[in-house]
């Protein structure tokens, strides 16, 4: 017997069919889509807090908001899309 489990994202609920291209994916799970999506703002987050991936507290840092993106974890902010316009606290 065969357990045909189907794996949902995530992030955005839909099924995940087929092999995922990038096996980290996986952890979360996430869908192609949604970690295409991922891959994106992680290179404006470590370019917007100019993270150095060789420090592992600033790996940490990548990662918190890596989880905050998949909705594991909460009260790290958006950031900002216009580095000009300082975030309002």
Same mark, same amino acid.
């Given at each position: $017997?065969?357990?045909?489990?189907?794996? &949902?994202?995530?992030?955005?609920?839909?099924?995940?069919?087929?092999?995922? +291209?990038? =096996? !980290?994916?996986?952890? *979360?799970?996430?869908?192609?889509?949604?970690?295409? +999506?991922? &891959? &994106? *703002? !992680?290179? $404006?987050? $470590?370019?917007?807090?100019?993270?150095? $991936?060789?420090? =592992?507290?600033?790996?940490? !840092?990548?990662?918190? *908001?890596?989880? !905050?993106?998949?909705?594991?974890?909460?009260?790290?902010? +958006?950031?900002?899309?216009?580095?000009?316009? =300082?975030?309002?606290?």
């Amino acid at each position: $017997m065969s357990s045909s489990s189907k794996k &949902t994202c995530l992030k955005c609920g839909n099924a995940i069919e087929g092999p995922v +291209e990038d =096996p !980290a994916a996986e952890k *979360y799970p996430a869908c192609s889509a949604c970690w295409k +999506e991922w &891959t &994106t *703002y !992680a290179i $404006m987050v $470590m370019n917007e807090l100019r993270l150095d $991936m060789s420090l =592992p507290e600033h790996r940490k !840092a990548l990662r918190k *908001y890596e989880r !905050a993106f998949f909705g594991l974890e909460k009260g790290v902010g +958006e950031v900002q899309k216009n580095p000009e316009k =300082p975030p309002s606290h």
